[in-house]
């Protein structure tokens, strides 16, 4: 999701697929990953300090991705690779899979 104004929308959208690309071809550095990681899981932790958020996220996430999900989620994010994020960039980043829709102001 980007708000920009309407002159800037096809630069925005080459230098996304363009990033797209390069995760996809290319591994990020350890260091990158790790920011990254603590990036996610900050944000996380932190949409999550109250007892009713917490409550329909673990909920969400069960229905989602089943009764061990949530439990394993943060370690799952511990353990991702660099390989593991170019191949799954790779996969779902892909060129013929990519559907980009704009919406314009009249």
């Known amino acids: 999701w980007m708000h920009l104004p309407p002159g800037n929308v096809s630069m925005a ?3 996304t697929m363009e990033a797209f690309t390069s995760l ?5 550095s350890q260091d990158e ?3 990254l990681k603590n990036l996610l899981l900050t944000e996380i932790a932190m949409s999550h300090e109250f007892a009713m958020e917490l409550a329909s996220y ?3 996430w069960t ?3 089943g009764d ?3 439990d394993n989620y943060f370690s799952r994010i511990e353990s991702a690779t660099p ?3 170019r191949r799954t ?4 980043f892909a060129p013929e899979g990519r559907l980009t829709t704009t919406l314009m102001p009249q």
């Open 83 to 85: 390989e593991d994020l």
């Open 24 to 28: 996809a071809e290319n591994e990020v």
């Open 68 to 70: 061990d999900f949530i």
């Open 33 to 35: 990953l790790g920011r």
């Open 13 to 15: 959208e080459q230098v």
């Open 89 to 92: 960039a790779a996969k779902y």
């Open 58 to 60: 673990r909920g969400y």
């Open 63 to 65: 229905v989602v991705g």
